[in-house]
């Protein structure tokens, strides 16, 4: 059996990583996909405290399928906002996206 140890250092190494790419990176589709490995790592987090606590009941799991829920939907209007801005600007740089400022 796994220790719970590994899948939080798992975790928590995939989250770090997400976290770098959202930072770190110019490309909005790339800051995307830093935000979808953070919820990933939220994702194993969930599962395997579900597994070390209370197997019986079906709590992580349901809260793992809503996360999956959630991150499809902000997939659906990240990549639509993404690709309308592309259409406008002709870039996804996100440095270059100052619609917003005055």
């Not at 976290?19 to 589709?29: S, T």
């Not at 579900?50 to 399928?65: E, H, K, N, S």
């Not at 499809?72 to 100052?98: K, N, P």
């Amino acid at each position: 059996m796994i220790p719970l140890s590994w899948y939080l250092f798992l975790s928590a190494a995939l989250f770090c990583i997400g976290l770098y790419g959202v930072l770190a990176r110019k490309n909005a589709i790339a800051i995307l996909l830093g935000v979808e490995l953070m919820l990933n790592a939220v994702n194993i987090n969930l599962v395997a405290f579900w597994r070390y606590l209370d197997p019986t009941q079906m709590g992580g799991q349901v809260f793992a399928i809503i996360v999956f829920a959630v991150a499809a939907a902000e997939v659906a209007v990240g990549l639509s906002l993404v690709i309308s801005i592309y259409r406008t600007r002709g870039t996804v740089v996100a440095d270059e996206l100052d619609m917003m400022k005055w």
